[in-house]
């Protein structure tokens, strides 16, 4: 992974902080949590890929083949059952890309992005295909991984996955997925290897734009690890309304095909009983009911390809957009924390400042006391013995000094005391030596490391507050963006698949419904004419024959 300038295709200001600076004075954390996004952070729907036409430097060959300008598809060409390097058989899905070809199980495919997400905690990863549910093993049991269409659908899916990727402005660049379109790359390695093997346990206290850094500031551990449920004091509007509703899709297509199957067999019957024109026109009705039977069935196995998977696949874009929106909101509760943590700390310092400047205050009122005693007791002294040392007057230098008060120490427990306790008692003497231990801490050197502490915690805290600042102004602006161009790509996506279900509910037995409609025209008219109306004027024709058969079209 790059540097966090060249990791964001969304970003192109130049006034960024670089993420490895920890001092307070570079950022202004008084700013709101959450800053309005810059206009340059934003994809224009003109360029929604705009770094794949300016990339110049490529890692290696899957990348030159990705980024080439030409619309390269990676197919999945196959499914084969096999047993290498495994106990048990499996499925292995045939990747190619270009000219190479490589295999991976299901599992790979899922551990690739399990990776890719734990990379980049701030994209939107495109989703798999989901796994068997319970009901499918309990049914099928040992057969339920052979099933073919289930293998069909996971070809389809897994190779959209793949595709997704690769026309990703990020996560194409990324060297991880190239080495799994690499058959002669073990996955096992890679998945040892830096930069996987780097990634940390807690994505919360690591670099938002390179979680795998090892130059990171130590800073980043005094970050705390809040929930996602912990709610926010201010938040973001803009990631509130993020919402993408799960569409479920729920067709009465199969009921549909089924009841045209029973109808044309019931016409086709009925015209058994009757003879001429009549006959005719009912067979007719029927070849063409059976028509539409038979592209109401077609119908739906393009439904299940153009319709139905791509729904279910937006469907996990809204669990997989609900995690990543739950991402952003523990780093904004992480700064709030942060911030929170250093408030009051700071305020802990500024009451033992308080605390060590009152002592400081009365240790020197005590010092002036005791020197204003020491010189009262020593003009008090009687001069008797200044005349007994030839010295009347008394005016010996070292006797006038102040002689300053001695405080003797602690005595400490009583030694004669210890040396009398019975032997065996090596716990309780322990333990009795650390009370009287506690109990004789100077109180004002416990102030003074307290104070120190604290400050070391403050300065730890500050860091911590302004790499916390940063990385939820990259996972803002990151996430809005991809968000937007999430937003083109399903715009698209659903064109495509409303021309899709144009084309497919096209009137292909339109051709039938004419050759009915022929026969229907040749029934004569029948005897028994129609009375008249009572506001018919007298004269008027009665009902044409053209009329009479176009009622009995719209009946049919």
């Known amino acids: 992974m790059d540097t966090f300038e060249d990791e964001n295709p969304f970003d192109q200001d130049g006034d960024r902080i670089s993420s490895e600076a920890s001092s307070t004075s570079k950022v202004d954390?008084?700013?709101?949590?959450?800053?309005?996004?810059?206009?340059?952070?934003?994809?224009?729907?003109?360029?929604?890929?705009?770094?794949?036409?300016?990339?110049?430097?490529?890692?290696?060959?899957?990348?030159?083949?990705?980024?080439?300008?030409?619309?390269?598809?990676?197919?999945?060409?196959?499914?084969?059952?096999?047993?290498?390097?495994?106990?048990?058989?499996?499925?292995?899905?045939?990747?190619?890309?270009?000219?190479?070809?490589?295999?991976?199980?299901?599992?790979?495919?899922?551990?690739?992005?399990?990776?890719?997400?734990?990379?980049?905690?701030?994209?939107?990863?495109?989703?798999?295909?989901?796994?068997?549910?319970?009901?499918?093993?309990?049914?099928?049991?040992?057969?339920?991984?052979?099933?073919?269409?289930?293998?069909?659908?996971?070809?389809?899916?897994?190779?959209?996955?793949?595709?997704?990727?690769?026309r990703h402005p990020i996560l194409s660049n990324e060297h991880v997925f190239h080495r799994f379109l690499d058959g002669e790359v073990s996955w096992t390695e890679v998945l040892n290897s830096p930069p996987l093997s780097l990634l940390p346990k807690n994505i919360l206290k690591a670099p938002s734009h390179n979680p795998t850094d090892q130059n990171a500031s130590p800073a980043y551990n005094a970050l705390p690890n809040p929930s996602a449920a912990h709610p926010l004091r201010t938040p973001d509007q803009r990631f509130l309304d993020s919402r993408l509703s799960q569409i479920n899709l729920q067709t009465i297509w199969s009921d549909y095909s089924q009841d045209h199957a029973d109808l044309g067999a019931a016409l086709n019957g009925f015209s058994l009983n009757e003879s001429a024109a009549l006959s005719g026109a009912i067979e007719k009705t029927g070849q063409a009911v059976d028509a539409t039977y038979m592209s109401t069935t077609k119908l739906l196995q393009e439904l299940e390809q153009t319709w139905a998977e791509p729904l279910h696949e937006y469907s996990q874009f809204a669990s997989i957009i609900k995690r990543l929106l739950a991402y952003r909101h523990q780093k904004h509760v992480q700064y709030e924390m942060t911030q929170d943590g250093l408030d009051s700390r700071r305020e802990q310092l500024g009451d033992l400042e308080k605390s060590e400047k009152?002592?400081?205050?009365?240790?020197?009122?005590?010092?002036?006391?005791?020197?204003?005693?020491?010189?009262?007791?020593?003009?008090?002294?009687?001069?008797?013995?200044?005349?007994?040392?030839?010295?009347?007057?008394?005016?010996?230098?070292?006797?006038?000094?102040?002689?300053?008060?001695?405080?003797?120490?602690?005595?400490?427990?009583?030694?004669?005391?210890?040396?009398?306790?019975?032997?065996?008692?090596?716990?309780?003497?322990?333990?009795?030596?650390?009370?009287?231990?506690?109990?004789?801490?100077?109180?004002?050197?416990?102030?003074?490391?307290?104070?120190?502490?604290?400050?070391?915690?403050?300065?730890?805290?500050?860091?911590?507050?302004?790499?916390?600042?940063?990385?939820?102004?990259?996972?803002?602006?990151?996430?809005?963006?991809?968000?937007?161009?999430?937003?083109?790509?399903?715009?698209?996506?659903?064109?495509?698949?409303?021309?899709?279900?144009?084309?497919?509910?096209?009137?292909?037995?339109?051709?039938?419904?004419?050759?009915?409609?022929?026969?229907?025209?040749?029934?004569?008219?029948?005897?028994?004419?129609a009375p008249p109306r009572p506001d018919a004027h007298v004269g008027s024709p009665g009902p044409s024959n053209g009329v009479r058969k176009e009622s009995i079209l719209l009946q049919l």
């Open 29 to 166: 954390l008084s700013e709101p949590p959450s800053p309005p996004p810059h206009p340059s952070r934003q994809l224009s729907p003109a360029s929604p890929n705009p770094s794949a036409p300016f990339k110049s430097d490529f890692c290696c060959m899957r990348d030159r083949l990705l980024h080439s300008g030409d619309d390269i598809e990676i197919l999945i060409t196959d499914a084969q059952k096999t047993s290498l390097n495994s106990t048990s058989p499996y499925i292995a899905y045939v990747i190619r890309t270009g000219n190479t070809e490589a295999r991976h199980r299901y599992s790979e495919f899922e551990s690739l992005r399990e990776s890719l997400v734990r990379l980049y905690p701030t994209l939107i990863v495109p989703p798999i295909p989901s796994k068997q549910t319970i009901g499918d093993y309990a049914v099928k049991q040992a057969k339920a991984k052979e099933d073919a269409a289930m293998i069909a659908r996971r070809k389809r899916m897994l190779q959209t996955f793949l595709n997704r990727i690769a």
């Open 358 to 529: 009152e002592a400081r205050r009365l240790e020197a009122a005590l010092g002036r006391g005791r020197v204003s005693v020491g010189e009262a007791s020593t003009s008090q002294t009687p001069g008797a013995e200044g005349h007994e040392n030839g010295n009347p007057e008394g005016t010996d230098p070292e006797a006038r000094e102040p002689t300053p008060t001695y405080l003797p120490p602690h005595p400490g427990p009583n030694p004669a005391k210890r040396r009398t306790k019975p032997p065996g008692m090596g716990l309780l003497n322990a333990l009795s030596y650390t009370l009287h231990g506690m109990m004789d801490v100077d109180p004002e050197t416990a102030r003074r490391n307290s104070i120190t502490k604290t400050r070391e915690t403050i300065s730890q805290l500050e860091d911590a507050l302004h790499l916390s600042a940063q990385d939820l102004k990259y996972s803002s602006s990151t996430i809005q963006a991809d968000l937007d161009r999430f937003q083109r790509q399903k715009v698209a996506d659903l064109r495509e698949m409303a021309i899709n279900m144009a084309g497919a509910t096209e009137t292909g037995n339109l051709e039938a419904w004419e050759e009915a409609k022929k026969e229907i025209e040749k029934i004569p008219e029948h005897p028994n004419k």
